[in-house]
């Protein structure tokens, strides 16, 4: 892939037709914008009212944690707490071979709450987060399964606002929209807080359009008949909420997604954290197109969903990474960098999305001077935020093409700082 980018690049360098081939591929993607733009969101049904629980399905809450006691106690009172039937809600912790107090305080918690259940994984288990959900999965009982990270802090009312997405037969995914706890320490954290923002508008707007709706991790609900249908979790892959994306949409189910309420996690605080969790995303991000490309032509994935996949496939990771031949090339040759049209075109509806994105997120709130000073300064800091993509994406690229492919989960710390962590009684 990195070489015929590279040469692709070359080509259009040296021809006379490369910039009516570059004007030309941005003509086609900008009415792809268009119609990824112009088009109205789906609305998610009423919350379930009390009268209703009775009929309501069945929940069970997953989180695989590994070394986590500065958050678990909090976690697990606010799961147990959410505002369900406590006979159709259980609680599932996975201590993944934690060597802190984690082991220590889900025993105890398991004491106190009838709704959690505690599994202790050897050190010796295999497959990362995906191997300790796929050992639990099978002990749950609910009808729906939910995944969240040890850092999360779900609404209340949160069940009540996603079970009755799953009423349509063929959603086999929803995605909770992820909001960062600890927004306002420093420019890291905000700058993640505008990118879930971002991320939300592009998923309603894909969804909405008949593309292609992604799991996320944290927050995501995955109906139990289609997590058997694509066999589980990918115990051979660093990203397993994207590679199962992948699986239900080509065995023909929809993922929808939740804009509110969100559930909140710690944003990473440095760049160097950043770095390290940003290029995890991107390399699981390429895998899953490696691994499953072959499929691609598959009839159930649909001609929208195609269209979609390769829109996002070409403006996330191929145009990044050509970036860095096309300004080499543009040097040597001495005229401008020959994507400038393409580039304009994505930071554009990125900078489009963005402050529309900003408009739904905040639509409580009255137009005030502050609103809109909000909304300006967290658009424009996101452009400025989102550059790191132009980097971790053509490095991600070429340290793929090199290096053989290596299972190497990396687990983000979570800090817990916004709320005393929990204090076992021993």
Not at 20 to 47: F, H, K, Y
Not at 300 to 307: A, P, S, T
Request: charged share 20%; glycine share 6%.
């Amino acid at each position: 892939m990195l070489s015929v980018i590279w040469a692709i690049a070359f080509i259009l360098h040296t021809v006379s037709w490369g910039s009516t081939a570059v004007l030309g591929a941005t003509g086609l993607l900008l009415i792809q914008a268009i119609r990824l733009v112009s088009r109205t969101p789906d609305t998610n049904p009423e919350p379930l009212q009390d009268r209703q629980l009775a009929a309501a399905p069945s929940v069970s809450l997953v989180v695989s944690a590994k070394n986590e006691e500065a958050v678990i106690g909090r976690l697990v009172e606010n799961l147990c707490q959410l505002d369900y039937p406590a006979e159709k809600c259980e609680v599932w912790l996975v201590n993944d071979a934690s060597t802190d107090r984690t082991p220590q305080i889900l025993d105890e918690l398991a004491a106190k709450y009838s709704q959690l259940k505690v599994v202790h994984r050897a050190p010796n288990s295999g497959g990362g987060k995906s191997g300790a959900l796929n050992q639990v999965v099978a002990q749950t009982t609910g009808d729906l399964i939910a995944v969240f990270d040890a850092d999360a802090k779900a609404p209340k009312n949160l069940l009540r606002h996603v079970v009755p997405m799953f009423d349509d037969e063929k959603v086999g995914a929803i995605q909770v929209r992820k909001a960062i706890a600890n927004e306002s320490l420093n420019f890291w954290t905000k700058g993640q807080a505008t990118e879930m923002i971002l991320d939300s508008y592009f998923q309603q707007q894909r969804i909405a359009l008949g593309g292609i709706g992604e799991l996320r991790g944290n927050g995501q609900f995955v109906r139990r008949s289609a997590l058997d249908q694509c066999g589980g979790w990918n115990e051979e892959t660093i990203t397993d909420d994207l590679d199962l994306t992948v699986r239900l949409h080509l065995d023909d189910w929809k993922i929808g997604f939740l804009l509110d309420p969100a559930v909140e996690e710690e944003g990473v605080t440095n760049a160097v954290s950043l770095w390290h969790q940003r290029s995890r995303w991107a390399e699981g991000g390429y895998q899953r197109y490696l691994d499953y490309w072959r499929y691609f032509s598959n009839q159930r994935l649909g001609f929208g969903k195609k269209v979609d996949l390769f829109s996002f496939i070409l403006m996330q990771y191929l145009l990044p990474t050509a970036a860095i031949p096309d300004f080499v090339f543009a040097v040597l040759k001495g005229h401008l960098p020959i994507l400038i049209p393409m580039t304009t075109l994505a930071l554009s509806l990125s900078f489009w999305a963005m402050l529309q994105g900003n408009l739904r997120v905040y639509k409580h709130l009255p137009w005030t001077w502050g609103k809109f000073t909000k909304i300006a300064g967290s658009s424009s800091l996101t452009m400025i935020y989102m550059i790191h993509w132009m980097v971790v994406m053509p490095l991600t690229t070429a340290r793929m093409s090199v290096r053989r492919k290596s299972l190497k989960w990396v687990k983000t710390t979570h800090q817990g700082e916004e709320e005393t962590p929990f204090v076992s009684q021993s």
